[in-house]
Every structure is written in structure tokens, then in C-alpha cells.
């Protein structure tokens, strides 16, 4: 009969012990790259213009995911950004507040970002949503047109970034701050009778790739979802006039208009860590309109066949 003996051996097992412990963090760590799983990890978002159309949508997706402890919607009516907050609340397990502003007005965005971080102690994402268009010939755009538009759709998103840059760099997060601008096809496509608007979103997209790299070294993220057409209140002539839907929908290679959860799924993607290397890119959600349709073969969505245009090579 053999008799087997333990050999306690000090190196031997400090050696496995070190092992194991390694293992075990570095199992955790793949688990905090996939999904936030510990309480203390989830984030805080604030999301201008969300009481309604893909700014609502964002706030949903982002209350659902899991990811996320604690939304604040932001609108100019506070009433409306209530309603979001009770439908969260009553339909997620997320914490929500309602504060309401003018992204337009200085005061109204370091409000927004302050009350955020008394209320949550930190802002881990924030989503420059907000936005108004309007359609206004060249020569009958006053000033006043031009300011009213360029402050809430260009002047809105860098006074809100620069001030929850200021909090996601001073906060201990070791996910780092992530920016999202909300901008359109038309930082690509000049679109005539919109000319602040284009200009707006043009700059959004040089606004942001600055930013992303003057903070790439922080661990602060900065990205642009750009829509084309989205069915939203900002777009309700492509409900009303059939016209418009017609020469709307001739202009997308997919055949249809875009719904808001189409927008605010990628905006979780980039928003979390598993876009943890993307920054200062644009991801365009618009069913090709962007592809420049008008080089392509005529589409008749209501055949299964394409015909070449005019069939010539
Ligand atoms: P929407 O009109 O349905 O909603 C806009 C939201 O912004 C509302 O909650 C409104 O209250 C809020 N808002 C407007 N002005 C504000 C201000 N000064 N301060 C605070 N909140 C304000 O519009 P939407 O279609 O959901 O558009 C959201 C964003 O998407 C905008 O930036 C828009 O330019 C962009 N976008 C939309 C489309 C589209 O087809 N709907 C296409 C491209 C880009």
C-alpha cells in the first residue's frame, strides 16, 4: 500500500495563489468590458431635448439596458419631460429626474449639468439631442433665424459638453466620459432653405472630432449619430403631405423612413463600454441616403425587381 503526502511548499503555493487571484480579475475585467454588472459601475446620463422623438427614444433604451442608474431628460417644457420620467420609473428599474432648460441659454446648460451632478454626484454620458430646423429661403433668413437655430443645435451642444467635461474629468470612472452629438445626414448633404441648420451640423462634426482629440487622453469619448429621415414631430409633413413622403422616400435607397429606436440603438452601442476604443466618428443611420441614390439603379420598393436607370452602362 503507497501512502501519499501534502508537501507544503511556501513558494509553491504563494506561486498558485498569485494564479488564481490573477484569474479571477482578469475574469471580472472581461465581465466589466461586456456589460456594467456590479451596482456601483452603473452609469448617469443626461439627454437634452427627451421628452419626445429620438431624444425619448435614447433615454428608453439606455433605462432598459441596465447599464445605466440614473437618466435625466431635459426639455424646455417641463411637463412634457415628466411624462418620460413616470414611464421609466414605471417600466424600468433606472432612477430618473426631470430638468427642464434651454440649451439655448448658457445659464439654463450649466443648470442642467449641475443639478445632475448634486442629485447623481457624477454624469457619465451625455447626449446633445436637442434640436430645431426650420425650412426659410436664403434671403429670408434674418439674424435672428440664424441665431435662433445655431444656438440650439451648435452653441447648446458645446456649452453641455464643456460643462460635463469638466465633471466626467475630475470624477474616478474607469469607463471614462463618452459624448454623443446628434447631428443629421446634413453635416454630409447641403440641403437648400435649411442653410443654419446644414451649417449647425457641419459644424457638430468638426466640434467633435476636436473634442475627441483634445480628450482622447482623458478616456472621454466623442461621436456623432447623424439620421436621415426619421419619423419624429421634426419631421411631420412626412406624415401630413404624401408629396413630400413620395420625394422623401425617393431620395432612400431602403424604401422607408426611419424609426427613432433605429437612432437610439446605435446611441447605446456607442454610449457603452462595448464602443470603448471608437471616438470622434460619425455613424450615419439614414438607409442609405447617403450613398448618393441618384447614381444608383431606380428602385420601385414595390417590385421585387431594380431596373437599371435609363439601362445604360
Ligand atoms: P423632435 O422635434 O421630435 O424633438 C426635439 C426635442 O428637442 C424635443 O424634446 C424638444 O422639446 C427638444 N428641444 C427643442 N429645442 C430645445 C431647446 N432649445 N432646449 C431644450 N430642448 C429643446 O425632434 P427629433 O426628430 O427627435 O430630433 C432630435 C435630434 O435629431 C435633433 O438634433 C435633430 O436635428 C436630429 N435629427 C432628426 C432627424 C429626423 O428626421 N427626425 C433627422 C436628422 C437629425
Same mark, same amino acid.
Given at each position: 500500500m503507497m501512502n501519499y503526502y501534502i508537501i507544503f511548499k511556501p513558494d509553491l503555493f504563494k506561486i498558485l495563489f498569485t494564479n488564481i487571484?490573477?484569474?479571477?480579475?482578469?475574469n471580472n475585467h472581461t465581465n466589466q468590458d461586456n456589460e456594467s454588472v456590479y451596482e456601483s459601475e452603473k452609469k448617469v446620463a443626461v439627454i437634452t431635448g427627451s421628452s419626445?422623438?429620438?431624444g425619448k427614444a435614447i433615454a428608453l433604451n439606455f433605462a432598459k439596458s441596465k447599464e445605466y442608474s440614473s437618466i435625466v431628460i431635459n426639455s424646455r417644457r417641463i411637463g412634457e419631460a415628466e411624462l418620460v420620467v413616470q414611464e421609466i420609473k414605471k417600466t424600468t428599474s433606472c432612477d430618473s429626474i426631470?430638468?427642464?432648460?434651454?440649451?439655448? %441659454?448658457?445659464?439654463?446648460?450649466?443648470?442642467?449639468?449641475?443639478?445632475? $451632478?448634486?442629485? !447623481?454626484q457624477r454624469l457619465d454620458v451625455l447626449v446633445n439631442n436637442a434640436g430645431i430646423q426650420k425650412e426659410i429661403p436664403l434671403t429670408e433668413t434674418t439674424l435672428q433665424d440664424w441665431y435662433n437655430i445655431i444656438s440650439v443645435d451648435l452653441t447648446g451642444p458645446f456649452i453641455c459638453s464643456r460643462e460635463?467635461?469638466?465633471?466626467?474629468?475630475? %470624477?474616478?470612472?474607469? +469607463?471614462?466620459?463618452?459624448?454623443?452629438?446628434?447631428? /443629421?445626414? +446634413? %453635416?454630409?448633404?447641403?440641403?437648400? +432653405?435649411? $442653410?443654419?441648420y446644414a451649417t449647425s451640423k457641419g459644424g457638430i462634426e468638426m466640434m467633435t472630432k476636436t473634442m475627441a482629440l483634445e480628450l482622447a487622453t482623458e478616456n472621454i469619448r466623442?461621436?456623432?449619430v447623424a439620421p436621415g429621415a426619421i419619423d419624429t414631430d421634426m419631421n411631420i409633413n412626412l406624415r401630413t403631405n404624401a408629396q413630400e413622403r413620395e420625394n422623401t422616400l425617393r431620395k432612400i435607397p431602403m424604401g422607408r423612413i426611419g424609426r427613432d429606436v433605429e437612432v437610439a440603438n446605435?446611441?447605446? !452601442?456607442?454610449? /457603452?463600454?462595448?464602443? /470603448?476604443y471608437i471616438t470622434g466618428s460619425t455613424v450615419i443611420v439614414d438607409g442609405g441616403m447617403t450613398l448618393y441614390p441618384s447614381f444608383s439603379l431606380d428602385y420601385d420598393h414595390n417590385s421585387t425587381q431594380i431596373f437599371p436607370k435609363n439601362n445604360v452602362a
Open positions: 487571484t490573477q484569474n479571477t480579475m482578469n419626445k422623438g429620438i426631470a430638468i427642464p432648460g434651454d440649451v439655448a %441659454q448658457e445659464k439654463d446648460c450649466i443648470r442642467l449639468i449641475g443639478e445632475t $451632478v448634486d442629485k !447623481f460635463a467635461v469638466k465633471q466626467m474629468k475630475i %470624477q474616478n470612472n474607469p +469607463h471614462g466620459g463618452c459624448i454623443i452629438n446628434i447631428s /443629421s445626414v +446634413h %453635416q454630409i448633404i447641403p440641403r437648400p +432653405h435649411y $442653410v443654419p466623442v461621436n456623432i446605435v446611441v447605446e !452601442f456607442l454610449a /457603452s463600454n462595448k464602443a /470603448s
